[in-house]
């Protein structure tokens, strides 16, 4: 059929859905029904349209005069329905549907309630079912007193069901085939000639044209890369599905703008600059000099950033990585004088310094040495305190096997021994003495005489510096940023172009910083912000996370030290996409960890006035692992996008390709091998619900058989030897006798093909593109 033809006009590909060639880009994954026919349906495809409309065409030659080709019925099928329920009920009950439905929401209507049936009912038909129980309530004065509802309705079901199936007798060329009453449900069943409308719609081009416009503009922001990170394998996932996204919009009829929102200034660059001015040996007289010869630009600024998370993560330094933390010793155990549960323990931590510790844990005795964090300490993401346990003070507190990472028990206060030493200490722990310092991992770049904790401050506050030095515009260090950062925007470009990603406008980070501070200040004075510990920022305590019960927080804007945060950017961006662009939906494809932020920025673009904050929507996402597990550009553990490009063409090359060298040319290879990439890569993607993780895999994403790209590809070019196998012309066309279609594989099959416009604008809707796949 033409939807799949090469030869498309030049409209149609630059507009459509899917671009010529890419059908298998934009998909997730196959319906139970069609996985299980895969290669059955093309077989009878091929024999029963190549066959048959062959046949058809050689017989009307023959005898052009005897042929009486019905004409196509070309009717609204949910309509034809109504109309058919509408006229049983008045002549059955003399009550007129059409009136008892006039003020009722559309959406409640009859005729927005026809759906198709259970899947096991579809399998020869195109087929619609509506409750019979929505008709019985408008009977109900004519229901006898001794039937119940339900049972009513199943009457009214089965009386209407015969007169429906009276009408399609009595008319030789009706539509209908036959009618099943299932309990207060109604299956009717169209004959195959009905559905064979969609081929005369597909014939004439019409049938994937873009929908009419919509007066929506849509933003839909996608991508999103920092530079000087390296775009790996995990980005490509946000970046199939919002290009989907912006075709399966653009389709249904808005007025759609793509763009990126590049990640240009951060504490990343300046970590990634500051490891190189620190402790990169130095080649020659530029950083280009210094990047070595195998790898790319963008890859050693990459590497750059994961050696500089290195040297400021205390976990790589340290067994025990609780900064400020100290051991102490056990002087006294007594039970809590209101919970039997709890003990108050007495404790030295340190020279003359005693601390008391209403604790729960077990399996500790006097003169134990333990984990003691202190007030003022973190423990997770809070901060350690005096609390008063019923009636007793308690002054920090002691640590367990679990909360430790020494062991799985949370409730065994754990005990540091001899036993400790080489594993998780490599000094005699005495009271006061830092858990950091007694578990420094020997010979590291950081100095014996040392204190670890005060060396990662140090180097901490050199990145801080950084920073201020690159948004005072200090010329030296801009310079270098300025260079870097178009090394990473340039391969962006490559990457997108390879990729076929397109984006309409490019924001930058760099350009809505200081506009978002400006913002929250003058929020601040007009009373819609406040104040907490030195921050201003959004209370949000009393909104809850949609579908949850969990509260916003407070999400702050400008911190104690008067700079801004990602939110503070995020209000300035949303600010000129409403303004400037004068949107009216904005919808931002970013991975899920980021929902509490989004939801938090949201809220406050509603609390700062900006009536188009109910129509933003954040699209959330899993993460891309592999199978060792979850990949991080902090700890270096992510396959570049490089790698991958490289993996996939050559295993695409060896498995696909090389037997064709010779009687193709090199480009034709290297554009198919691009193709076939694209589609492995983006249908692996785009195949699975946009809520779940994935799991990276070449070998299975590239095979040519499955629920694959290679696959569709394959499948998509069957098709077309099949089109060129059936050799009508118009006239031979025009008289094709549809009613020949009786096959169960051709009805399923028009029926599929009936359902794709539906499916496209539901994929929209939803958020879900991977329902087109599942369709295809």
């Not at 007009?526 to 916003?552: F, R, W």
């Not at 699975?688 to 070998?699: E, L």
Request: aromatic share 10%; net charge neutral.
């Amino acid at each position: 059929f033409s939807f799949v033809n090469t030869k498309l006009p030049t409209s149609f590909r630059s507009s459509s859905l899917f671009s010529r060639n890419s059908i298998a880009f934009h998909a997730s994954q196959y319906s139970s029904t069609l996985s299980a026919h895969r290669h059955p349906l093309n077989t009878q495809f091929s024999y029963f349209q190549h066959k048959k409309l062959s046949t058809m065409a050689k017989k009307s030659k023959q005898s052009k005069q005897e042929v009486v080709v019905p004409p196509l019925q070309k009717i609204d099928a949910k309509k034809f329905v109504y109309e058919q329920i509408c006229k049983a009920v008045q002549e059955l009950y003399s009550f007129d549907l059409h009136a008892a439905e006039a003020k009722v929401p559309e959406d409640k209507k009859i005729l927005n309630q026809l759906i198709p049936p259970k899947a096991h009912l579809q399998d020869l038909y195109f087929s619609l079912c509506t409750n019979m129980f929505v008709v019985a309530k408008y009977l109900m004065k004519n229901k006898p007193k001794n039937l119940k509802p339900p049972q009513f309705a199943e009457e009214v079901n089965n009386r209407i069901s015969e007169k429906l199936q009276q009408y399609a007798a009595q008319d030789p060329q009706s539509i209908l085939d036959h009618v099943e009453p299932e309990g207060p449900f109604c299956n009717i069943h169209f004959k195959p000639v009905f559905v064979a409308q969609v081929v005369d719609k597909i014939m004439k081009r019409g049938f994937l044209n873009p929908l009419p416009e919509k007066d929506e503009r849509v933003m839909i922001e996608y991508s999103q890369p920092n530079t000087h990170k390296t775009f790996h394998v995990g980005h490509m996932r946000n970046a199939a599905l919002g290009n989907s996204l912006v075709k399966l919009y653009r389709h249904c009829g808005y007025h759609v703008e793509a763009v990126n929102y590049i990640g240009d200034v951060g504490t990343h660059i300046a970590k990634c600059l500051w490891y190189y001015l620190n402790f990169y040996p130095k080649k020659g007289m530029s950083i280009e000099d210094d990047v070595p010869e195998d790898i790319t630009k963008v890859e050693f600024l990459g590497d750059m950033y994961s050696e500089s998370c290195n040297k400021l993560a205390l976990e790589n330094y340290v067994k025990l990585p609780f900064a400020t933390y100290v051991f102490a010793r056990v002087d006294k155990i007594e039970q809590h004088p209101a919970n039997p549960k709890w003990l108050v323990v007495q404790l030295t931590v340190g020279n003359d310094i005693t601390q008391q510790v209403v604790c729960g844990g077990k399996g500790f005795s006097v003169g134990d040495i333990v984990a003691y964090a202190p007030v003022g300490a973190k423990k997770g993401k809070v901060r350690v305190s005096v609390i008063d346990k019923k009636g007793v003070q308690s002054v920090g507190c002691i640590l367990s096997e679990k909360e430790l990472g020494i062991g799985a028990n949370n409730d065994k206060i754990h005990s540091f021994t001899e036993q400790d030493m080489g594993k998780s200490i490599f000094k005699t722990p005495e009271p006061g003495v830092e858990l950091t310092e007694a578990s420094r991992i020997p010979d590291t770049d950081i100095p014996a005489d040392r204190n670890v904790t005060d060396v990662l401050k140090e180097r901490n506050t050199q990145v801080k510096e950084l920073l201020l030095r690159m948004e005072s515009g200090e010329e030296e260090i801009t310079n270098l940023w300025n260079l870097t950062r178009q090394w990473s925007i340039d391969d962006f470009k490559d990457i997108y172009k390879w990729t076929d990603s397109h984006f309409d406008f490019d924001f930058h980070e760099s350009d809505v910083g200081t506009e978002g501070k400006e913002m929250a200040k003058d929020a601040f004075k007009k009373g819609i912000l406040v104040e907490s510990d030195g921050a201003i920022g959004a209370d949000l305590s009393k909104h809850l996370m949609p579908g949850t019960k969990q509260d916003m927080g407070f999400l702050v804007l400008i911190t104690s030290a008067g700079t801004g945060l990602y939110a503070t950017k995020d209000l300035a961006l949303a600010k000129r996409k409403f303004e400037e662009f004068k949107i009216d939906r904005s919808i931002y494809v970013v991975d899920s960890g980021q929902s509490l932020h989004f939801q938090q920025v949201f809220k406050t673009l509603e609390l700062l006035g900006f009536k188009q904050a109910s129509k933003c929507f954040h699209l959330a996402y899993g993460i891309v692992t592999l199978s060792e597990g979850k990949m991080s550009s902090r700890k270096g553990t992510v396959v570049f996008f490089s790698q991958l490009k490289k993996e996939l063409t050559d295993h695409i090359m060896q498995n696909f390709l090389e037997k064709y060298r010779g009687d193709w040319s090199d480009e034709k290879i290297e554009e198919t091998c691009r193709r076939i990439a694209l589609a492995t890569i983006k249908y692996g993607m785009l195949n699975q619900d946009n809520s779940r993780n994935i799991i990276f895999n070449i070998q299975e994403w590239a095979s040519p058989v499955g629920n694959t790209g290679p696959y569709l590809m394959y499948a998509y070019t069957r098709t077309q030897s099949i089109l060129r196998e059936v050799t009508l012309n118009d006239e031979e066309k025009n008289l094709v006798d549809y009613n020949l279609l009786s096959h169960p594989t051709e009805a399923k099959l028009l029926t599929i093909l009936e359902e794709f416009p539906e499916t496209v604008e539901k994929a929209a809707e939803a958020y879900k593109p991977n329902l087109v796949c599942v369709y295809l």
